[in-house]
């Protein structure tokens, strides 16, 4: 089920990104980004419509995946 991004709380949002771009084995290629930089991109691509949020109901979990993946 897709998530709205604006409905989550601010905190719950970044929180959710943040993890996201942490995760082991994510791959930013040959450049070393900060945190903040990743979470900001996430954060764009999430308002352009070009990533969505994820709420898996059989396993409780949410995830960040890009829209033409689904």
């Given at each position: 089920?897709i998530?709205p991004w604006?409905?989550?709380?601010?905190?719950?949002?970044t929180?959710l990104?943040?993890e996201?771009?942490t995760?082991?084995?994510t791959?930013?290629?040959?450049?070393?980004?900060t945190t903040?930089?990743?979470?900001?991109q996430v954060?764009?691509?999430?308002?352009?419509?070009?990533?969505?949020?994820?709420?898996s109901q059989?396993t409780g979990q949410c995830?960040?995946?890009a829209?033409?993946?689904l």
């Amino acid at each position: 089920m897709i998530i709205p991004w604006e409905q989550l709380q601010p905190d719950t949002l970044t929180n959710l990104i943040k993890e996201f771009v942490t995760r082991d084995g994510t791959d930013y290629g040959f450049k070393e980004t900060t945190t903040e930089t990743r979470i900001e991109q996430v954060r764009a691509k999430l308002r352009q419509g070009e990533a969505v949020v994820l709420f898996s109901q059989s396993t409780g979990q949410c995830n960040i995946v890009a829209r033409n993946s689904l």
